[in-house]
Structure formats: structure tokens, C-alpha cells
């Protein structure tokens, strides 16, 4: 009786005279539960300092909270903070401020976290991480590989070169040292054995690894040496293919050469012993990351004219400097390389569907930064939900890989990937509804990071402050 008096009482005023005090609520929103891709009408929002207090039905939160802030969101959608799992930072010392630069177009796209897989100013992006953590810099939370491991003089610049296992121990105790969220690793130069000898230390040194798996090895070696997640579509791939260990066998001896190997992987690949590699990788919580849109960019590059898109406005001179490696590569090919190129795409596309049947976890990330050309920080992460729709996924699986992938590879769905009491207030306040349409990601009305409230204007603001930096940078050229 005394419970329905006080009910009763509640409902009647539009505050209790107990509520507690809130920075921010979003009201009467479509709130989207990404785990379950659902959409729970009609609740309130409430955020204090960095962490939501109060998810649930309107009225119940508006009673029992007080906001400086309120939002209306009627008619409009709420999903966690969005997450790339893979972007770069690099290009040389003196391209340092055009890297700085991509920071706010992250947030200005709804990206409140982002993973960089590392280039070649480690130590400058761990400084980024450690600023923005402390609110001096602006930018999305940032999560670095810092220094990848490779081998000896490779082809990237800013690495950690390790030829021996003793290189190998002293690079992973120096990852540890300097507080690395993850291990990367590529192989342009390193030996193959090293390479699973490195992905093995790194697990033994309780720290997650990742990076480009030698030709020379297989994928299911790499899964178990430990490896936590396979960048890019071409390594799943190669796990499809019928006779892979042989394969990787004739080309570490040298019987067989690069485009023989690559040709060789187009004829083995099977569904069926895809279905069983990508069963293993699910069992071993080995996430894949596509990088689709990267992929699709370079493929393209002889057919889609980008010399008009919008968004090389937010791109500095010496950033796009570093595309004309993928251009000139592109313009160099043959009409049989450029139909080879395409079509190999959309054997990698048409994948994505059998490691989502077979329960692997797919990553969103988009390869952006630099080098990649027309991959573009921030608004890259919405196209490659585009394709993962595009070629199979629902949006509701396409948008749990831009806001849970991240959070559970990293062991953070405790903080991250659902809007709860006692999640971090990283929220994206979207015009349309995203189970419908996956572009709706695009259509976004508002941001919060960490609990400050970034409105339409505010967010427009960020892009018109990008805009006019890269026009100063671009006057300086000339
Ligand atoms: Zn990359």
C-alpha cells in the first residue's frame, strides 16, 4: 500500500524531490540494444561525469533524475559510442599536426574509441593516448599497438626489428614497459618462425596480438600460437583453402612464387574447409577484422574517379601525398591485373557471411590513416558497415561490430558496448533508425564522449575547424 502511495506521488510530479542530479539526459528515445539488435522505445538516458546512470522506461528515469542538460530524442535512435578497430597514425616527424588533425573527425563521425594498429610515430600516438585520457587533447579514446615487431631493415619505418628470439623477448619486455594495449605484428621482413615465436611471447606476456600472418605459416599456426585477431580479409582467406599447409610449404621453400601462391589460393579455396577453419577460429575467440573498404578502394581505383570527394578536404597535403604509392601501383596494372583485382575483392566480400555462420566475431575497421588511399578517418568506419551489409550481414550484426567487436576483444564489455548504468557515456544520438538502414549510423544528431554532450553545431564546428586547417595547409603549398 505504502509502495503505491509513493508510486502514485512519483508519477504525479514531473521531478521527486529526492532525484539525484545528472549532467545530461536524452529523453523519450529509441534506445537500439546492439547485443540483442533490438530497438526499446520510448526511454531516458541519464549520464553524470564519464558514466551513464540511469537507462529505462521515460517516465521512471525523468522522475527519479534532475539534468543540467535535457535532450529531447523523440523520434530519434541511441546507440553506444562507435569503435574502429583499425586506423593508422603516420607518414613521417613532419606530417605530425596533419595526424593530430584526424583526431576530431573520429568524434565528429561517432567514433568515441579507436584502435591504432600502428605506423611510424609510435612513441607520438602513445603521447596522443596518454593526453587524451587526460582530457588535454581532444580526440577519441585511443587504444595503440605503440611500435610494431618486424624483422630486419622491413619496408615500414618506427618498428621494432627482431631477428633472433632474444630480439623477439627484449621487443615484447620493451611493448610491456611502455604500456601497449596490444601487440602488432607484421612480416615484411621477419622470418615465419619468429613470427609465431613472437605471437606466443606476446600471449605468455598477457597481451592480446594481432598483425599480418606470413605466407610461410598457416592460419590454424597462427591461431595456435595464440594469435587474437586477423587483420584484413586476404588471412581468413587463405584459411579456406583445401591444400593451405601445403601451399604455405611450397612457397616458404621457394617452388612456388608470390602471384603462383595467389593464384593457387583463388583455385583451393572450398567452402567446406572454410566452414571447419573459421569453426576453429570461433572456438579460440580469434576475431576477424575485413577492412573492406580498404580492399574495395584499391580495387577500384581504375574505375572510381576520387579526385572530387568531399572528404579530401579534411585530408592535409602530405596525408594525401602518402596515396600515390596505392595510385601509381593501380595505374600501373594490365586489364587482366585490374579484372583480377576486382574480382579477388569480391571473393574476399563473399567470405564474410561464412565467418559470420560460423560464429566468429567480426571486427569493424577500416585501415584509415595513411598510405591507404581514400580511406578516410571517420567517415571510412560508415562505409565499411555499408559493405559488411552489402555482402550479408544484417545492420544489427554489421553495427554489434562497431560497438561490441571492439569492447569484447579487448576484454571491456564490462565499460563499453551497451548504453547501462556504469558504462562510460559514449553515446551517438542518431536522426534514423540503424536496424533498418545502416546509414542511418551517418545521420547523427549528437555525440557524447565521456559525457560531454556534442550537439549537431558543435559536431559541425569540429568539421568546419578540419576543414579550414587543411585549406591553410594546402595555401602553404602552393
Ligand atoms: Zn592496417
Known amino acids: 500500500m505504502k509502495r503505491v502511495l509513493l508510486g502514485l506521488l512519483a508519477a504525479a510530479l514531473p521531478v521527486a524531490a529526492h532525484a539525484a542530479t545528472a549532467d545530461g539526459i536524452i529523453r523519450h528515445v529509441t534506445l537500439i540494444d546492439v547485443a540483442q539488435g533490438r530497438a526499446l522505445p520510448n526511454r531516458a538516458v541519464a549520464w553524470r561525469g564519464g ?13 527519479a533524475w534532475r539534468a543540467k542538460r535535457s535532450v529531447e530524442g523523440k523520434g530519434k535512435f541511441l546507440i553506444p559510442g562507435l569503435w574502429d578497430m583499425h586506423v593508422h597514425f603516420g607518414g613521417g616527424p613532419e606530417l605530425i599536426e596533419e595526424n593530430k588533425a584526424l583526431l576530431a573527425l573520429y568524434v565528429a563521425n561517432g567514433i568515441t574509441t579507436i584502435r591504432d594498429c600502428s605506423g611510424d610515430l609510435p612513441d607520438q600516438v602513445l603521447a596522443w593516448r596518454g593526453e587524451i585520457a587526460r582530457g588535454t587533447l581532444f580526440g577519441p579514446r585511443l587504444l595503440s599497438s605503440g611500435a610494431k615487431l618486424e624483422g630486419i631493415k622491413p619496408i615500414w619505418k618506427g618498428t621494432l626489428e627482431v631477428g633472433s628470439k632474444a630480439d623477439v623477448d627484449a621487443a615484447i619486455a620493451h611493448e ?17 618462425r619468429l613470427f609465431l615465436y613472437a605471437v606466443s611471447k606476446a600471449r605468455q606476456a598477457g597481451l592480446r596480438v594481432s598483425g599480418h ?9 597462427a591461431v595456435d600460437a595464440g594469435i587474437s585477431s586477423i587483420e584484413h580479409m586476404d ?3 587463405k584459411a579456406g583453402v583445401k591444400d593451405e599447409a601445403r ?23 572450398d567452402r567446406e574447409t572454410a566452414m571447419a577453419a573459421y569453426r576453429n577460429l570461433a572456438a579460440k575467440h580469434v576475431f576477424v577484422t575485413p577492412t573492406l573498404t580498404i580492399s574495395r578502394t584499391t580495387a577500384f581505383l581504375d574505375r572510381d574517379d576520387h579526385s572530387h570527394d568531399p572528404e579530401l578536404a579534411y585530408i592535409g597535403p602530405g596525408l594525401r601525398k602518402t596515396y600515390d604509392w596505392r595510385i601509381q601501383r593501380a595505374a600501373s596494372a594490365t586489364p587482366a591485373e585490374v579484372a583480377a583485382r576486382h574480382a579477388h575483392f569480391e571473393h574476399l566480400a563473399a567470405i564474410l557471411p561464412l565467418l559470420q555462420k560460423a560464429g566468429v566475431t567480426i571486427i569493424a575497421g577500416t585501415d584509415a590513416g595513411f598510405l591507404n588511399s581514400f580511406d578516410y578517418p571517420g567517415f571510412a568506419l560508415h562505409q565499411e558497415l555499408g559493405l559488411f551489409v552489402k555482402y550479408g550481414l544484417t545492420p544489427g550484426q554489421a553495427l554489434a561490430s562497431a560497438t561490441r567487436a571492439g569492447p569484447a576483444w579487448f576484454g571491456q564489455l564490462d565499460r563499453y558496448g551497451a548504453v547501462a548504468p556504469g558504462k562510460s557515456a559514449d553515446l551517438v544520438l542518431l536522426d534514423r533508425n540503424p536496424l533498418q538502414d545502416i546509414a542511418a549510423t551517418k545521420a547523427i544528431r549528437m555525440v557524447v564522449l565521456k559525457g560531454k554532450a ?14 579550414t586547417k587543411v585549406a591553410a595547409w594546402n595555401k602553404a603549398q602552393r
Do not use: H, W
Open 51 to 63: 558514466d551513464v546512470v540511469a537507462v529505462g522506461p521515460d517516465a521512471a528515469v525523468a522522475r
Open 176 to 192: 610491456r614497459q611502455v604500456g601497449v594495449d596490444f601487440v602488432k605484428i607484421t612480416d615484411s621482413t621477419l622470418d615465419p
Open 213 to 221: 600472418i606470413p605466407m610461410q605459416d598457416t592460419i590454424a599456426e
Open 235 to 237: 588471412y581468413a582467406y
Open 247 to 269: 601451399l604455405s610449404a611450397d612457397f616458404a621453400a621457394g617452388r612456388i612464387d608470390r602471384p603462383k601462391l595467389s593464384a593457387e589460393i583463388d583455385a583451393g579455396f
Open 454 to 467: 556534442l550537439d549537431r553545431a558543435a559536431l559541425d564546428g569540429l568539421l568546419a575547424d578540419a576543414r
